[in-house]
């Protein structure tokens, strides 16, 4: 076991701080003062992990206007200076700015939600004092479109939202990327905060939990830490699957976590998967994760996502886009919403600037590199319904927990296409053949893989649907 004494942990700091310090060196002969000063000067040096040089910048636009045109800059710098980084990463954690004694450059102030009224001073109280990431005016849920898909998660955060007391503890969002979990969070911290003002109300993502952690660690402050994070009336935590295999992160959010339930504040996790099918994350966790009530938000559906274009569609009056365009959008991109939503982005915008008028022709030319994109992409739904058509039997029927062979095999079939021609893991195709158990899919494709070498039936049979499928 390798111990490392204070006085040891204190040189490694030290040496990361000078190492910081000749990148600055580097980069202040390179950029006049204005530059220097603006950009690199307000950074802090969170850590050095695994190769990658964490930075962290005073406000989001600050590290968006980093990674966009100085990155590839302060990477070759670190790698001149230690050939053993080969990667950044920026960070928001507002805390640095005055640590960094630098005035970063100026940043508008959070905007408030569409048609909110200015906030009273007890929520000014709180944002002087806040230390989780900025809310997006534009998540609220007037703008949240509701479907069959995720009607339950969007109505246990409107729960959550509106009552003071707390009915279920935690509540737990999942699903897939871009499928509205960040949304409903931030759509629940706007309208708690219009709802009850006095509230102190956080969001962050795992990844800025465990970088202020490790930061209260280096700088010999976790008390600090423990006590604004338990003071908190409501707590929202994004992609908790960041933490997976941080032990000392995921001891400390447990205590929180714990903390906050035992004095009846409200908590809120979102994830990609459910608390049982989350590896990595201690069992104590998963378990008392499961203590209130796990929502899950589905694929999106045709009808949904043609709401919400029509929903985005209304918001630019200045561009007319037809229900025929809007149809075939919402037929063609089917991976999720903030794709779809792209896709109608460059339409208005190649429309505003070039002054063309939306046409199915435009469209197909415009986007020509997504739709093929997206032909390309087998959905679970699609490979559900070719296997139940080509075995003879009903789709219900391959989604039930039925063990005929008749069903079974289908099923298993099923499975190891959906493991083989999608990025889907395997808890997520477990959810969608019924709820079933990620052990239950890998014992499919492992069963699949076997029979394929001593059945040329089966053979034939799993040929011919991946014919099907591809074209």
């Given at each position: 076991m390798n111990i490392v004494t204070a006085a040891q942990q204190e040189g490694i700091e030290t040496g990361m701080e000078a190492q910081w310090s000749r990148v600055l060196a580097r980069l202040?002969?390179?950029?006049?003062?204005?530059?220097?000063?603006?950009?690199?000067?307000?950074?802090?040096?969170?850590?050095?992990?695994?190769?990658?040089?964490?930075?962290?910048?005073?406000?989001?636009?600050?590290?968006?206007?980093?990674?966009?045109?100085?990155a590839d800059r302060i990477g070759q710098a670190w790698a001149a200076e230690n050939p053993a980084i080969s990667d950044i990463n920026f960070i928001v954690l507002s805390g640095f700015a005055a640590a960094a004694g630098a005035s970063p450059p100026s940043e508008k102030s959070p905007a408030r939600a569409p048609g909110r009224k200015p906030e009273p001073a007890a929520v000014a109280r709180h944002r002087d004092t806040e230390f989780g990431a900025p809310l997006d005016p534009r998540f609220t849920f007037d703008s949240f479109v509701v479907g069959r898909s995720n009607e339950l998660a969007y109505a246990a955060a409107r729960r959550v939202a509106e009552n003071k007391e707390v009915h279920f503890n935690p509540l737990f969002l999942h699903g897939g990327v871009g499928l509205g979990k960040t949304h409903l969070m931030h759509a629940i911290a706007w309208s708690n905060r219009e709802h009850f003002p006095a509230r102190k109300v956080v969001y962050l993502s795992a990844e800025q939990f465990m970088y202020q952690f490790v930061s209260s660690i280096r700088y010999k402050d976790t008390m600090s830490f423990k006590q604004k994070f338990r003071s908190v009336d409501l707590l929202m935590i994004d992609d908790l699957q960041f933490i997976a295999n941080k032990q000392s992160t995921q001891e400390e959010f447990f205590h929180t976590f714990n903390a906050l339930i035992d004095h009846r504040r409200q908590v809120v996790i979102s994830a990609d998967r459910s608390p049982t099918d989350m590896d990595g994350i201690e069992e104590r966790i998963r378990s008392r994760l499961g203590w209130g009530l796990v929502a899950d938000i589905h694929p999106t559906e045709y009808e949904l996502r043609l709401g919400i274009l029509q929903q985005k569609a209304n918001k630019e009056p200045e561009v007319d886009i037809s229900l025929s365009v809007l149809e075939f959008l919402a037929r063609k991109i089917t991976s999720n919403v903030r794709e779809l939503e792209g896709a109608l982005n460059r339409m208005i915008a190649h429309a505003t600037l070039i002054g063309r008028e939306v046409t199915l022709e435009m469209t197909r030319e415009v986007l020509q590199d997504l739709l093929r994109a997206n032909v390309r992409r087998i959905s679970i739904d699609e490979i559900q319904r070719r296997v139940a058509d080509y075995f003879n039997i009903r789709l219900s029927e391959l989604l039930s927990s039925r063990r005929a062979r008749q069903v079974a095999r289908p099923r298993q079939v099923a499975m190891y296409l959906a493991k083989k021609l999608t990025p889907k893991s395997l808890p997520d195709i477990g959810r969608q053949f019924g709820g079933r158990d990620h052990t239950t899919v890998m014992h499919a494709v492992k069963r699949i893989d076997e029979l394929r070498l001593a059945d040329n039936v089966l053979e034939e049979d799993i040929q011919h649907l991946e014919r099907i499928l591809a074209s």
């Open positions: 202040r002969t390179e950029f006049d003062d204005g530059v220097f000063n603006s950009w690199f000067k307000p950074l802090a040096l969170v850590n050095i992990e695994d190769g990658c040089a964490v930075m962290a910048a005073p406000t989001r636009f600050m590290r968006n206007w980093l990674n966009a045109n100085y």
